[in-house]
């Protein structure tokens, strides 16, 4: 790890849990899973290690992961499928995103519910695997924050105006990230993840050629041998689509402060990258980070601790999906772990079970619209049979006597087995693109 040690990055660990903590009401916390899926977080380590060696996993992670907690809070609402195309990911804004990324958080979540069935959420997932790939791929590593839990619906309606974009000033940057209770270090910190990945022409050509929507006008604060090399890569209104150009042109791959130090020298591949440097608001944090890989370091640590804790739910809220694109059947929403509350001598005790909840008591859970495919079904169980009703003897009329049989033999009743775990729902893989594309 550069130029960060492991008690630095503990501080600002505990400095980002003290001044971020009203976002998550101090539910969620470092270890959530040690005692009730202690291999959840190795699990999604060694998956998510296997899948980078495709090159674009851990950008495409990376991006997956701030696109969720942007729209509707960090609750892998991104992940769900609507077959009527109404989801999230279904909207314009995120037509980008790899399916490489959903694919290894989908790996993931399969290979943590062999181990643990229905304990560790897909919304967790994937907040660990943003942290594997930036360490992966060279930043710093950090102990995630953990306990949310999953989102009931994925609306493509949410996602309009609540990401941000390539095109956006500094002004419509900041609003965005206010949305989520962030501001100007967070949005500089972040826009580090820039430091690795790709984009398309698309997203830049404006720059080259039609500045402020006059033709034939470059934008002034590139850097012109900049703006010539990226024209000869996509050129005027003849480029491929699928061409794709590093946004940090010196280290593509490696997760460093480099791309602050492009910034600098007018080399922004993306319009809302170079104008942190030429806005006053945020001009010091740049050159701050350009000078300073360790500040930058733990200022993106603070950062991926705030933007993972906005408008996350904990305890009863959502459910742990089995299957990370479809909700669960409502009867087969996992409870959280048990709670235990105080008795009136102020001894704890646990909560009594409920008949639909064999942990703890809770409100029912909410009957919603199933996004894509219905969830698992459990087995029915038969409730044992009533004992039976024995008649009262038959005394003889006195005309005629009648031979009363003895009673039929009662049949024994029958314990139902308990109910067998719910068998893990294989959702569609994937197979991973191969590079090269975007991820922004």
């Known amino acids: 790890m550069k130029g960060l ?21 101090a539910q969620l916390s470092v270890g959530y899973y040690d005692t009730i899926c202690p291999t959840a977080e190795s ?25 969720d907690c942007f729209v509707d809070g960090c609750d892998a609402s991104i992940m769900l499928v609507d077959p009527a195309g109404n989801d999230e990911r279904s ?12 694919d290894t958080v989908n790996q993931a979540k399969q290979a943590v519910e062999q181990a643990c069935p229905g304990i560790v959420s897909c919304a967790d997932i994937i907040a660990m695997a943003a942290e594997v790939v ?77 500045f402020d929507g ?7 604060s590139l850097s012109p041998a900049y703006a010539a090399t990226l024209q000869s890569i996509c050129p005027n209104a003849a480029f491929n689509p699928t061409t794709v150009q590093p946004l940090d042109p010196v280290t593509a791959s490696q997760f460093d402060n480099i791309y602050y130090q492009q910034l600098q020298i007018g080399q922004g591949l993306l319009f809302s990258d170079q104008v942190l440097y ?42 742990v999906r089995l299957n990370c694109s479809v909700v669960n059947n409502p009867s087969s929403v996992i409870p959280p772990p048990p709670v235990v509350v105080p008795s009136p001598t102020g001894t704890p005790m646990p909560v009594p079970a409920s008949p639909t909840n064999p942990v703890a008591p809770g409100p029912a859970a909410p009957v919603v619209p199933s996004l894509g495919p219905p969830g698992p079904v459990p087995p029915t169980i038969a409730s044992p049979p009533a004992a039976p009703v024995v008649p009262a003897p038959v005394t003889p009329a006195p005309v005629a006597p009648t031979i009363v049989s003895p009673p039929a033999p009662v049949a024994p009743v029958v314990t139902p087995a308990p109910p067998q775990p719910v068998p893990l729902p294989q959702g569609p893989v994937t197979t991973p693109q191969p590079p090269p594309a975007g991820t922004s």
């Open 278 to 319: 030429v806005d006053n608001t945020t001009t010091g944090l740049v050159t701050m980070y350009a000078n300073n890989q360790g500040q930058f370091f733990n200022d993106f640590v603070n950062a991926m601790i705030a933007m993972g804790n906005a408008g996350v739910l904990t305890g009863t809220q959502g459910e």
């Open 5 to 25: 040690c492991e008690s630095e990055i503990f501080l600002w660990m505990l400095v980002g849990t003290l001044v971020f903590g009203s976002f998550v009401d």
């Open 134 to 210: 930036v360490n992966q791929m060279g930043g710093p590593s950090w102990s995630v924050l953990l306990g949310r839990r999953d989102g009931l619906t994925s609306q493509a309606a949410n996602v309009a105006g609540n990401l941000p974009g390539s095109h956006m000033d500094v002004t419509a940057l900041l609003a965005v990230f206010g949305n989520i209770g962030l501001g100007p270090k967070e949005l500089v910190a972040l826009s580090g993840a820039h430091s690795v990945g790709f984009s398309h022409c698309a997203e830049f050509t404006d720059r080259l050629y039609n």
């Open 214 to 220: 006059i033709p034939g006008t470059t934008d002034p």
């Open 91 to 102: 909207a314009g804004d995120n037509l980008s995103l790899q399916q490489v990324s959903l």
């Open 43 to 67: 699990i999604v380590q060694s998956t998510v290690i296997a899948g980078m060696q495709n090159p674009i996993v851990g950008p495409s992670v990376l991006r997956l992961f701030a696109h």
